[in-house]
């Protein structure tokens, strides 16, 4: 089975500070995302990734950077959190040249 | 702009019914098709995919692809109070590896 971790569950901080969001996967897969959830909005597309070092800016990425240096992790970062980024964050992963994603738990940020 | 659109419901069905969940897409050079099933405060989990149209059964559910008319359907046959969960339907609008979600349908299963 597919498996995608994040770092942690729930994560408190803020403003002002600098967030870090970890996200691992373990099936070899090329391909990795970032996504933002909110009520009302759905889900928003952040940032993603095909290969190690090369990143794309998604339908918000305004506020965030990411990176990734291995390819089983991307990691996602807030330069200078806001209370306006408190969400619920998920990371995804898929193959490369399919679109078939699978999905991390989730981490509830909030911001205060 | 291209989108994907569902019903927000809730839409509710007595334990035993079969479910019907639509979404329509905007893309016609859209190739994958996709729904997850997200309870809440979890993840999304991937229920379905479908790629051609037809349908394509997997145990109580069926998935429904028109491409001429971009529609895509999910059917959930003797729902259970378990099934009572949001489902998103995402679409890979021109034929990208990424995926747009829609905001997705609740569905109640009421016992």
């Known amino acids: 089975d597919v498996k995608v971790t994040q770092s942690s569950r729930y994560l408190v901080k803020r403003t002002g500070e600098k967030v870090f969001l970890e996200c691992v996967q373990d099936m070899d897969h090329e391909n990795m995302f970032w996504y933002r959830q909110d009520p009302g909005l759905g889900l928003r597309l952040i940032y993603f990734s095909y290969d190690v070092k090369m990143k794309e800016k998604g339908d918000i990425p305004e506020g965030y950077s990411v990176s990734r240096e291995k390819k089983e992790r991307f990691s996602l970062i807030l330069e200078s959190a806001s209370t306006n980024q408190t969400s619920m964050y998920l990371c995804?992963?898929?193959?490369?040249?399919?679109?078939?994603?699978?999905f991390g738990p989730g981490t509830r940020l909030t911001v205060l | 702009q291209k989108e994907v659109e569902q019903n927000s419901g809730p839409l509710s069905v007595p334990e035993g019914a079969i479910a019907s969940l639509n979404c329509t897409y905007s893309?016609?050079?859209?190739?994958?098709f996709f729904w997850y099933r997200q309870y809440s405060g979890k993840s999304p989990e991937l229920i379905m995919s479908?790629?051609?149209?037809g349908d394509k059964e997997d145990g109580r559910f069926t998935a429904q692809l028109n491409k001429a008319s971009q529609y895509v359907s999910l059917l959930i046959r003797d729902s259970q109070p378990s099934d009572s969960a949001t489902y998103l339907c995402?679409?890979?609008?021109?034929?990208?590896?990424?995926?747009?979600f829609g905001k997705g349908t609740m569905l109640l299963v009421s016992p």
């Open positions: 995402a679409v890979n609008l021109g034929g990208y590896s990424t995926l747009t």
């Open positions: 479908i790629y051609s149209n």
């Open positions: 893309d016609r050079v859209s190739q994958s």
């Open positions: 995804a992963s898929s193959r490369a040249g399919g679109a078939e994603q699978f």
